[in-house]
């Protein structure tokens, strides 16, 4: 049997509903990694469910860093207005965007990378994690970087 506890837990550490963290311990016995796990391919499922669905709404964010010589801007993308203001929504922007300072990749190979305050996800895997909480398709639409150092380039 499952207690509070660990449902807390396992919510605290993913964000996702609690019956979905309850279901996800129940199937693995209580064990934890497990039921990450399986959350992590729940999450991936439930994205691609998602992924034919429109995007009408979202958020631009910047990061500026090295006191204005490095920036970048991410454009991401969600089906309506009520996740676009949410402030999870914006901080996984922003999060992108400081990311998005330290790769200079197109967003394919972007979304390949460890994730930098959680280097056991790629980027994709936390985008995965946000349709799963949100229940809606989150999409990174474009990515833009500035570099003034080393002559501009």
């Known amino acids: 049997m499952v207690d509070i506890k660990?449902?807390?837990?396992?919510?605290?550490?993913?964000?996702?509903?609690?019956?979905?963290?309850?279901?996800?311990?129940?199937?693995?016995?209580?064990?934890m990694d497990k039921a990450l796990e399986l959350l992590k391919a729940k999450g991936a499922e439930i994205a691609n469910k998602k992924s034919g669905r429109n995007l009408r709404a979202g958020t631009i964010s910047a990061y500026v860093h090295g006191g204005g010589v490095l920036a970048a801007m991410v454009k991401l993308a969600c089906e309506t207005d009520f996740v676009a203001k949410n402030q999870e929504f914006k901080d996984l922007a922003f999060d992108l965007a400081m990311q998005a300072v330290a790769s200079d990749t197109d967003i394919e190979d972007f979304l390949k990378e460890p994730f930098i305050k959680?280097?056991?996800?790629?980027?994709?895997?936390?985008?995965?994690s946000f349709i799963q909480k949100f229940g809606e398709r989150v999409e990174i639409l474009d990515i833009v970087r500035l570099d003034l150092s080393e002559g501009g380039e």
């Open 6 to 31: 660990q449902i807390k837990n396992l919510r605290d550490k993913t964000g996702i509903s609690i019956a979905q963290c309850k279901q996800a311990l129940e199937e693995t016995k209580g064990d």
């Open 118 to 128: 959680d280097p056991s996800v790629t980027v994709d895997d936390l985008l995965k």
